[in-house]
């Protein structure tokens, strides 16, 4: 709730006024002075992409160079506009390039650039394959959109397994018990041990 909103909701008439006529009167007013702050409001939210109306947003998309592609749902394209400028400054660093992945919500990615055997200029991304089969078009659009021109990306998929791993205490016990073997003439004796 916004601050006017809650002034509104705050206002209280006095105990003998609380009844009939003049509480309608108040009620009526709060509903009218939401409605005209709602009013005067609209242009303002106009500004913010993940608010405004769809075709005052795909105006904001061509003033950021971002096209909607098929299928795209509204809510990641509203995402993708809103977060265009930042995803084109931090596009040109690994942790930037993972925080685009973050933003618009495809969730893990790892990167991982000059690896061995392979040529210098391939850059591999290690998803899952849950990720590619729901977000395909849009892992193609980022890395159209923001990946480093003169390199190639190779997606490469990650599959998660649980690993359970049991630990327990064992406490050993390590006991010497001597016996001494003797003869009546002889003094020689023999230590056995025994463990546990």
Do not use: H
Request: proline share 5%; aromatic share 12%; hydrophobic share 40%.
């Amino acid at each position: 709730m916004t601050k006017f909103a809650t002034q509104l909701a705050g206002l209280k008439l006095p105990s003998w006024m609380d009844r009939g006529d003049p509480a309608k009167l108040l009620r009526a007013c709060v509903k009218f002075w939401s409605q005209v702050y709602d009013w005067i409001t609209w242009p303002l939210k106009q500004f913010d992409p993940l608010t405004c109306a769809e075709p005052l947003l795909n105006l904001i998309a061509y003033e950021r160079d971002i096209t909607r592609f098929d299928g795209e749902p509204l809510s990641l394209y509203r995402r993708r506009v809103s977060f265009a400028f930042i995803n084109a400054q931090q596009a040109g660093e690994i942790a930037g390039f993972i925080a685009i992945f973050e933003r618009l919500g495809i969730g893990y990615v790892e990167l991982l650039e000059r690896q061995p055997e392979m040529d210098w200029d391939v850059i591999v991304v290690r998803v899952t394959d849950s990720q590619i089969a729901s977000n395909s078009n849009l892992l193609l659009e980022i890395i159209r959109k923001y990946g480093r021109t003169c390199r190639r990306y190779r997606f490469e998929v990650i599959t998660s397994l649980p690993l359970n791993i049991n630990i327990g205490w064992y406490q050993g016990e390590y006991i010497c018990y001597p016996a001494t073997l003797g003869d009546i003439g002889t003094e020689s004796s023999v230590t056995f041990s025994a463990s546990l």
